[in-house]
């Protein structure tokens, strides 16, 4: 990007500034101009500025054309087909931009060969505020009054003046009080909102009215402009009793948004302003501050008695997105005290839009639906939660918060977060949990949006089989044959899959032979016949596996009795007789 400076003496004098490619603002070239250089004052040769030609062959240099994008109808430029720059009108900083900021325009300009197309140039034409306002007063004199019984200290405000200059020395104002030797008055200055002063004349000692009852003083302000100019405020105390206390707002800034389309006439903020004096003293009526920009003021509306504000002009297409009004709350005293508050009202054009909520899980199944392990730590990372909210100033601030207590949402950086694990989860208990994010811009009135997903609990085989009882009992025959069947065993696992999926077997401690067999469903059967003259009660245990990994498992006992059969005959235990 290049540089180029339109000084007093309108040399043509060329120099290059090298801006780096991550600039804020990506431009092609940068000009100086002062405000107020009449109309037709030459700033520089695009073609030559840019260095386009070095790139082009020489035949080709009288095929380049140079040609203004334009807006609007009116332009503060002109740029002729070979590339100069010249300026359309005479340039008022002052009527072009805020106060306290870089005064400068960005001009739009194709670059064609022939009829194709080749580039746009973004020219950013900085122009420099002139020292041509002088700070003024309100009035040219001023009228203050002083208790004679007043003590020390006591501090009456006086009004501040105003330089209509936008750059900041030439509209940056100090202040000094010209008085005569021995008089008990100083000056109090502090900086309040919006970069204006408050004044005030200090009362050094007290004040006996007998011995004077009149004083006559300067209050002189002077710019940071080169050479300064300067205004006066002559003020004139009289020692009686006088109004002492300032209205004070409810708030210093009042932040509100409306939709562009927002109706004429109706209201959209009422600022309040309370001065604790009684009578005409504490009768407030409001008043746009000087320090308002007329553009900003012509599209509202501010009743003086109760402080409401309306639209009175529509608000059009490409119009300003924020508008700054300055209220002073004046009380009725004499003289009267006033304070004041900003209004930043910012328009929402038709576009606007909630803020958007974007969630990444580290385990996603399908959209808004995400799965975590049984066995997950807390403080674990589940997914990335990103806000969009494109609006300007607080309507773009926002906020999100997620109430649960499983899980919780932790801030990362602007518009970021994160979801971790608050508590531990148990998938037997509750399978799956519907979260909510709810995000909240800070515009007046805030928008908000909500995001809802799903989080499914996979199963762990943390489930330790369990049998339906400790200890199972059977009756069975016997003289019956093999695979008689004795009865069904049954556990229970709440665990899924293969955490849940059981298998039996017997367990015989003795390694002789069983006359018993377990299918792996828990069936028990004979593997012969029985006979409970030999046995009556056989007692075993049962073992039970899941098939998770690692397998977990389990015990219980089994009786068997064996129920007698008439299947032996009587006989005598007694001695023969021969």
Do not use: W
Not at 295 to 307: A, E, I, K, P, W
Not at 355 to 362: A, G, H, N, Q, R
Not at 456 to 468: A, G, R
């Amino acid at each position: 990007m290049f540089y180029k400076e339109n000084n007093d003496n309108m040399l043509r004098q060329t120099s290059l500034l090298i801006l780096l490619f991550h600039s804020t603002l990506c431009v092609d070239l940068v000009y100086h101009v002062e405000e107020g250089k009449s109309p037709g004052t030459y700033l520089g040769n695009i073609a030559v500025d840019s260095q386009l030609l070095e790139t082009i062959p020489a035949q080709d240099y009288n095929l380049i054309q140079f040609s203004q994008l334009q807006r609007r109808e009116t332009q503060q430029f002109n740029i002729t087909k070979v590339g100069e720059i010249y300026t359309a009108g005479t340039l008022d900083t002052e009527s072009l931009c805020l106060y306290n900021k870089e005064c400068s325009v960005i001009v739009k300009v194709a670059v064609r060969k022939a009829k194709t197309f080749m580039k746009i140039l973004k020219i950013k034409v900085i122009i420099k505020d002139v020292n041509d306002h002088r700070p003024v007063f309100p009035s040219a004199q001023f009228n203050l009054q002083f208790d004679e019984t007043d003590g020390k200290g006591t501090t009456k405000p006086i009004p501040n003046a105003v330089d209509g200059d936008v750059g900041i020395l030439n509209s940056q104002i100090t202040y000094r009080l010209k008085k005569n030797k021995n008089e008990p008055f100083s000056l109090a200055v502090s900086e309040r909102i919006g970069g204006k002063s408050k004044l005030g004349i200090l009362l050094e000692e007290k004040l006996d009215r007998e011995v004077k009852d009149n004083y006559d003083l300067e209050v002189i302000a002077t710019d940071g402009g080169s050479p300064p100019k300067q205004g006066v405020l002559k003020i004139q105390i009289s020692v009686i009793d006088v109004n002492d206390n300032l209205p004070f707002f409810s708030k210093s800034i009042y932040n509100i948004s409306i939709q562009s389309s927002y109706r004429k006439d109706r209201p959209i903020i009422t600022v309040s302003a309370t001065d604790l004096d009684s009578g005409e003293n504490g009768k407030v009526t409001y008043h746009f501050s000087p320090k308002t920009l007329d553009v900003d003021q012509s599209h509202f509306r501010l009743n003086q008695y109760n402080g409401e504000i309306s639209v009175q002009q529509m608000f059009g297409h490409g119009q300003k997105q924020t508008y700054k009004l300055f209220v002073e709350a004046i009380d009725g005293g004499s003289p009267s005290l006033s304070s004041s508050a900003l209004v930043l009202v910012n328009i929402i054009n038709q576009r606007n839009n909630p803020p958007t909520i974007d969630v990444d899980f580290v385990s996603g199944l399908k959209e808004n639906t995400t799965v975590i392990s049984e066995d997950i730590e807390v403080g674990s990372f589940i997914a990335y939660v990103m806000v969009i909210d494109n609006d300007n100033g607080e309507n773009g601030e926002v906020k999100c918060e997620m109430r649960h207590e499983k899980f919780q949402l932790l801030s990362l950086a602007p518009k970021e977060y994160k979801i971790t694990m608050k508590g531990s989860v148990d998938r037997e208990v509750t399978s799956q949990y519907e979260i909510r994010i709810n995000c909240r811009d800070n515009g007046s009135p805030p928008l908000q949006s909500r995001k809802v997903f799903t989080i499914k609990v996979q199963d762990v085989n943390d489930v330790q089989p369990k049998f339906i009882k400790d200890t199972f009992k059977f009756l069975t025959y016997e003289t019956e044959t093999a695979n008689f069947p004795v009865g069904f065993i049954s556990a229970v696992d709440p665990d899924l899959g293969t955490g849940g999926q059981l298998v039996y077997s017997l367990l015989n401690k003795k390694h002789n032979a069983f006359p018993f067999q377990i299918t792996e469903y828990g069936f028990i059967s004979t593997t012969e016949a029985l006979d409970r003259e030999e046995q009556n009660i056989y007692k075993f245990q049962v073992f039970v596996r899941d098939s998770g990994v690692p397998p977990l498992n389990n015990t219980a006992n089994v009786v068997v009795e064996v129920v007698d059969e008439n299947d032996n005959a009587p006989y005598f235990t007694f001695p023969s007789v021969d």
